[in-house]
């Protein structure tokens, strides 16, 4: 039976156009938090909300499959009420993350999405444009916003792998972005992705903002993205290894470096590695501490508090965007 198709405006989602020129202008970054279930979810309209900060609810491929596509549309609509239900309206899109080709952006645009991304990155530059422009051909007529990549980012995140990063060339920018039509780019200046971005025991390499420069004065007043940013904050890799984790050398790019790219160009920083960093450290310890607990709301529930907790301070400190509603 073939999908009906929904409209995101329908449910309540808005595109990134607006939110990316206000970040712009405000020298923040709008928080792109992946969510695979509901904790997740309601932990990030929970601190949006709290903390008066847009947000873009992010969804891997991975993460469709893992919710059912179906119920995530519903999950998506429950996001709006639940947020319009808190009191404090905020601007939300529904973003598709890494997208690997056509018709899985198709079909989230077919299935309300107000944002998606194609990453043709690890395709040659003529193919990746020839993707894009394509994805961009059909997007665009429902007023659904693209994210185009160059570059290869470093790490694994689930069908997302590369062994070494290779930098975005600033000189291929401007061809990329007239070609394609594209409405932001994703970066790669040094950010990774997963949880062991760096070696361990070796100074952090702070990010190339020389390059970000240089794209800058390429693209002017262009939404750029910076994908792999989670901070991998220490005090959550300690407290998984303490209760029986094994998660030695897991180490992140530095919040002041955040902080400094959210007021460029830079306006919109992803984060998921550290939400399934702090749910699964909190969980742990709840079962190394009472290992009779079998009820999933009793470590469930702590965890997505914990997530509240980080991600309200994440968008107060690193990027800028608590109170920008």
Same mark, same amino acid.
């Given at each position: 039976?073939? !999908?009906?198709?929904?409209?995101?405006?329908?449910?309540?989602?808005?595109?990134?156009? !607006?939110?990316?020129?206000? =970040?712009?202008?405000?020298?923040?970054?709008?928080?792109?938090?992946?969510?695979?279930?509901?904790?997740?979810?309601?932990?990030?309209?929970?601190?949006?909300?709290? %903390?008066?900060?847009? #947000?873009? /609810?992010?969804?891997?491929?991975?993460?469709?499959?893992?919710?059912?596509?179906?119920?995530?549309?519903?999950?998506?609509?429950?996001? @709006?009420?639940?947020?319009?239900?808190?009191? %404090?309206?905020?601007?939300?899109?529904?973003? /598709?993350?890494?997208?690997?080709? +056509? !018709?899985?952006?198709?079909?989230?645009?077919?299935?309300?999405?107000?944002? @998606?991304?194609?990453?043709?990155?690890?395709?040659?530059?003529?193919?990746?444009? =020839?993707?894009?422009?394509?994805?961009?051909?059909?997007?665009?007529?429902?007023?659904?916003?693209?994210?185009?990549?160059?570059?290869?980012?470093?790490?694994?995140?689930?069908?997302?792998? %590369?062994?070494?990063?290779?930098?975005?060339?600033?000189?291929?920018?401007?061809?990329? #972005?007239?070609?394609?039509?594209?409405?932001?780019?994703?970066?790669?200046?040094?950010?990774?992705?997963?949880?062991?971005?760096?070696?361990?025991?070796?100074?952090?390499?702070?990010?190339?903002?020389?390059?970000?420069?240089? *794209?800058?004065?390429?693209?002017?007043?262009?939404?750029?993205?910076?994908?792999?940013?989670?901070?991998? /904050?220490?005090?959550?890799?300690? $407290?998984?290894?303490?209760?029986?984790?094994? $998660?030695?050398? &897991?180490?992140? @790019?530095? !919040?002041?470096?955040?902080?400094?790219?959210?007021?460029?160009?830079?306006?919109? *920083?992803?984060?998921?590695?550290?939400?399934?960093?702090?749910?699964?450290?909190? *969980?742990?310890?709840? +079962?190394?501490?009472?290992?009779?607990?079998?009820?999933?709301?009793?470590? /469930?529930?702590? &965890?997505?508090?914990?997530? *509240?907790?980080?991600? @309200?301070?994440?968008?107060?400190?690193?990027?800028?965007?608590?109170?920008?509603?």
């Amino acid at each position: 039976m073939a !999908e009906e198709k929904v409209s995101y405006k329908d449910l309540g989602f808005v595109n990134t156009r !607006e939110m990316f020129k206000k =970040a712009m202008e405000g020298g923040y970054a709008i928080p792109a938090y992946n969510f695979n279930n509901m904790e997740q979810l309601q932990a990030i309209i929970t601190a949006c909300s709290q %903390s008066r900060s847009p #947000v873009i /609810l992010q969804v891997s491929k991975g993460a469709r499959s893992y919710a059912n596509q179906v119920l995530l549309t519903y999950m998506a609509m429950g996001a @709006v009420k639940l947020m319009k239900s808190l009191g %404090s309206p905020i601007p939300m899109a529904l973003h /598709l993350d890494h997208g690997d080709s +056509f !018709e899985l952006a198709k079909s989230c645009i077919d299935s309300g999405f107000s944002s @998606v991304m194609i990453d043709g990155s690890h395709l040659s530059f003529d193919e990746n444009v =020839a993707l894009t422009k394509k994805v961009v051909g059909y997007a665009h007529p429902f007023d659904v916003t693209v994210e185009g990549e160059l570059g290869v980012l470093a790490g694994i995140e689930e069908h997302v792998q %590369s062994e070494k990063s290779h930098y975005t060339k600033p000189e291929e920018v401007e061809e990329f #972005v007239s070609r394609t039509g594209v409405d932001s780019l994703a970066i790669s200046i040094g950010t990774s992705h997963g949880a062991y971005k760096f070696k361990p025991g070796q100074p952090v390499p702070p990010l190339r903002f020389d390059i970000l420069e240089e *794209i800058e004065k390429k693209l002017p007043g262009f939404p750029i993205v910076l994908h792999g940013a989670s901070s991998v /904050l220490q005090e959550y890799v300690d $407290m998984v290894n303490s209760y029986g984790g094994k $998660m030695q050398g &897991a180490v992140g @790019v530095p !919040e002041e470096q955040l902080r400094k790219a959210a007021k460029s160009a830079v306006c919109k *920083i992803n984060i998921d590695s550290d939400g399934r960093l702090v749910m699964t450290a909190v *969980i742990r310890k709840i +079962f190394s501490e009472k290992p009779n607990e079998f009820d999933p709301r009793k470590y /469930l529930g702590p &965890a997505r508090d914990e997530l *509240i907790k980080m991600m @309200v301070r994440k968008n107060k400190d690193v990027l800028g965007s608590a109170g920008r509603v």
